[in-house]
């Protein structure tokens, strides 16, 4: 797992990375990590939210987006219009701006101005408790099941 988060600081610039860096303990918690243009960039774990003294600038954010985009942002672009890329690892990046719509589907998104890192990370036993609801054991199959909860809320506890 610690490797996992240490890929993705790889995407960000060396002065970003190395902010990033000095918070390695807390990183192997970090669920998310927000960059924003002309904010603070902001690490959210279960527990809590990390506001770095750090200020991202739009060239910032979009050279990530270049190297989370292997420098063809082009080749990225149903993804982006999709409002966020998978990266390595199942992570995914979310990315925010201004949408450009065309015939009701979304075409583009340009001045992106966010990017929000959410980290893929397993959590073993973690459908324990589901499992029987979700599983016909007679017939040997699984029930349709969607699984709800409000954002950044675990879907792991069942009473």
Known sequence: MKNNILDIVEYFPNKIKEILIRYEEVLYKVQEIHIYTNRNILLRTSLEE???????????????LQRICDNSIYTYQNQICNGFITIKGGHRVGI???????????????YIYSLNF????EVIGCSNKVLPYILNVNEN?????IILSPPRKRKDHFN
């Open 50 to 64: 990390i506001k770095l003294e750090y200020i991202t600038n739009t060239n910032e954010i979009l050279e990530i």
């Open 96 to 110: 925010t701006g201004e949408v450009v719509v065309k015939e009701g589907q979304v075409i583009n998104i340009s």
């Open 118 to 121: 959410r980290i893929a990370r």
């Open 141 to 145: 199959t699984v029930y349709n099941t």
